[in-house]
């Protein structure tokens, strides 16, 4: 049965595409990716989604205490698209203790750690960073970051679940909105550069040596990416044509500690449960963000469960070859890259993909393709079998 929507009063996204909604927007109109070759040293090269250094500014005043790269990230994001004014208003309307925060994220800003060890020798000593742990090392400090510089006071966490940690963020807050615990809640999803998640991967052998790209017979891995991504969610509409949150589907299928279900049951799972709590069933659904992630693995195992649900009726494209995978931040990427192209009536292609893999069998949009989209979907798929399904509406 359908419940309530959540409804998105502000959105803005700072990733390799560009700082804030209109060149991020720009760039996918004109499919032009974000990825830029990365030499690892000895270790060869990839290609990672890097921010604009020039838009990233020290963190000056009181909150000089989180200055780091990460939170640089986060501090840029904010300042675009009028997010911080909609939180102004927000505040004047249910008061600062009735606005909860949830961010998403992976690492936070580990990169403080990692430089810590990089400039020295003695991997013997304590690297705790030169700025105490709590506001330069731990998962909780970006969060923290973002509730003094946007100054709530409401509930709040920091949910990292691999890559559906963004994502997770979202269904978090309709939850709190439903119970009545808020009135209004920021979600967000950060990751910066990080050496950890680059040899992490590397080591894996999944991290590819070209730009990926989704679902091409020749795909071989991912790119990673940076990025942060804000949103605004509501209890009551703030306009009669709101983009809204109308259901989400969370599933932990843990069949590995790193590959998904084989036939794609967790996240098949987390669809269902999605178009359920919209109220909605798979022939209403009219773009299908992908979690496609570029591996041989990840993208079978997704287009067989979406295929199994969908058809090839729906047009399925993964937006990961234009950002990279940008990890703990990945499920707000798309969802907002998903509600730009409702916005826009946008089926934005997938990038790099030159020939589909002829095994599998999902409606792939390798071009862009003016559509309209009132009910759009997101897949994200995080280590340990973590799925998240957002979708997302247009009320008029």
């Not at 080591?203 to 990673?224: F, N």
């Not at 989400?248 to 359920?276: F, Q, R, S, V, W």
């Not at 963000?289 to 399925?316: C, K, L, Q, W």
Request: aromatic share 8%.
């Amino acid at each position: 049965m359908a419940i309530s929507p959540a409804y998105v009063t502000a959105f803005t996204l700072t990733s390799a595409l560009g700082v804030g909604n209109t060149a991020t927007f720009n760039s996918m109109k004109s499919r032009t990716g974000g990825l830029r070759k990365y030499s690892m040293g000895d270790l060869g090269c990839t290609w990672f989604g890097f921010i604009d250094p020039e838009a990233l500014h020290p963190i000056e005043g009181e909150l000089s205490v989180y200055d780091n790269e990460c939170n640089r990230m986060v501090q840029a994001a904010m300042e675009q698209d009028g997010f911080r004014n909609a939180v102004e208003v927000a505040k004047r309307k249910y008061g600062k203790s009735r606005i909860a925060c949830f961010l998403g994220t992976i690492t936070s800003s580990i990169c403080v750690i990692e430089k810590a060890y990089q400039n020295s020798n003695d991997v013997s000593l304590d690297r705790t960073p030169a700025h105490d742990y709590t506001h330069n090392g731990s998962l909780d400090a970006g969060m923290q970051y973002v509730r003094r510089n946007l100054d709530i006071t409401g509930p709040y966490a920091t949910i990292g679940t691999a890559c559906s940690s963004s994502a997770k963020v979202f269904a978090t807050a309709y939850r709190y909105l439903q119970m009545g615990l808020c009135d209004a809640a920021v979600v967000a999803g950060v990751e910066a550069f990080s050496e950890t998640l680059i040899n992490g991967f590397r080591a894996l052998g999944v991290l590819s040596t070209q730009p990926c790209k989704p679902w091409d017979e020749t795909r071989d891995g991912i790119s990673i990416g940076a990025a942060a991504g804000f949103a605004l969610l509501e209890r009551d509409p703030a306009q009669a044509d709101s983009l809204s949150l109308l259901g989400y589907g969370e599933t932990t299928d843990g069949h590995d500690m790193t590959a998904p279900h084989p036939e794609g049951k967790g996240i098949e799972a987390a669809m269902l449960l999605a178009l359920e709590r919209a109220g909605l069933n798979a022939k209403n659904i009219d773009y299908i963000n992908a979690h496609g992630s570029g591996t041989p693995m990840n993208d079978a195992v997704e287009d067989a469960a979406v295929y199994r649900i969908f058809g090839d009726r729906v047009a399925v494209s993964s937006t990961k070859g234009s950002t990279g995978h940008t990890q703990g931040a990945a499920g707000i990427t798309e969802a907002i890259i998903l509600m730009l192209g409702m916005q826009n009536e946008l089926v934005p292609g997938i990038l790099n993909t030159r020939q589909v893999d002829t095994t599998l069998k999902c409606n792939i949009a390798l071009d862009n393709k003016s559509h309209p989209i009132r009910y759009g979907l997101t897949n994200s798929m995080g280590f340990g079998g973590n799925n998240a399904t957002l979708i997302f509406g247009r009320t008029a």
